[in-house]
């Protein structure tokens, strides 16, 4: 039922986009998904994926809200609330756009990780990962070196896993460049 009520609440022609999208990130899709079939590379992906999930940045949050004192906690309330905020734009999204997971739409993607819902734009670990990164980095700038990579890793794994489109990871951190963007813009700098 929601499925074909967002479809009536999406742009005319916008279906008609995505499947197009759909068909010409389809090769691209297959080459990023043919790393599955390496163990131990599906499963350092599997791993990224995971941490992508929000425990690692829980664990973030948490550090520096408790180890960085004052300029710390105002960080972590910036990631609280671009966290929240996040969640609400890229599930809105997704129950609007309703693209189909790439896994879902061509019997040649295998899906090796764990979908957290059924739709794939906006990639919503994208979209987390770009902007705890930016706004934690901005404060704390040793942490680009751990965090830019493992933000990396995070997008990639949700394309070699079968769970995105390329663009969706494109759109998830484009918008979590905004995101980062906007919430340091209102939460004092």
């Known amino acids: 039922m929601l499925?074909?009520?967002a479809r009536l609440i999406a742009p005319a022609g916008f279906h008609a986009v995505l499947a197009r999208l759909d068909r010409a990130e389809l090769a691209a899709c297959r080459?990023?998904?043919?790393?599955?079939?390496?163990?131990?590379?599906?499963?350092?992906?599997?791993?990224?994926s995971r941490?992508?999930?929000?425990?690692?940045?829980?664990?973030?949050?948490?550090c520096l809200a408790l180890f960085f004192g004052h300029e710390g906690r105002r960080?972590?309330?910036?990631?609280?609330?671009?966290?929240?905020?996040?969640?609400?734009?890229?599930?809105?999204?997704k129950g609007i756009l309703v693209r189909e997971r790439p896994?879902?739409?061509?019997?040649s993607i295998v899906c090796a990780g764990r979908p957290l819902d059924r739709f794939s734009f906006p990639s919503g670990h994208t979209l987390?990962?770009?902007?705890?990164?930016?706004?934690?980095?901005?404060?704390?700038?040793?942490?680009?070196?751990v965090l830019v990579?493992?933000?990396?890793?995070?997008?990639?794994s949700r394309v070699v896993l079968g769970l995105h489109y390329p663009s969706d990871?494109?759109?998830?951190?484009?918008?979590?460049?905004?995101?980062?963007?906007?919430?340091?813009?209102?939460i004092g700098v």
């Open 103 to 107: 896994f879902i739409t061509h019997s």
């Open 51 to 62: 941490l992508g999930d929000g425990v690692i940045w829980y664990t973030l949050i948490a």
């Open 75 to 93: 960080v972590a309330l910036q990631c609280a609330v671009a966290g929240v905020a996040g969640l609400l734009i890229y599930r809105r999204l």
């Open 128 to 145: 987390h990962a770009v902007t705890f990164t930016l706004i934690a980095c901005s404060a704390v700038p040793m942490l680009l070196l």
């Open 149 to 156: 990579p493992l933000t990396l890793l995070i997008a990639a």
């Open 169 to 186: 990871v494109a759109a998830g951190g484009l918008l979590g460049g905004l995101l980062a963007t906007t919430t340091t813009a209102f």
């Open 3 to 5: 499925h074909g009520m």
């Open 31 to 48: 080459r990023f998904n043919s790393v599955v079939a390496v163990n131990r590379l599906r499963r350092t992906f599997l791993v990224a």
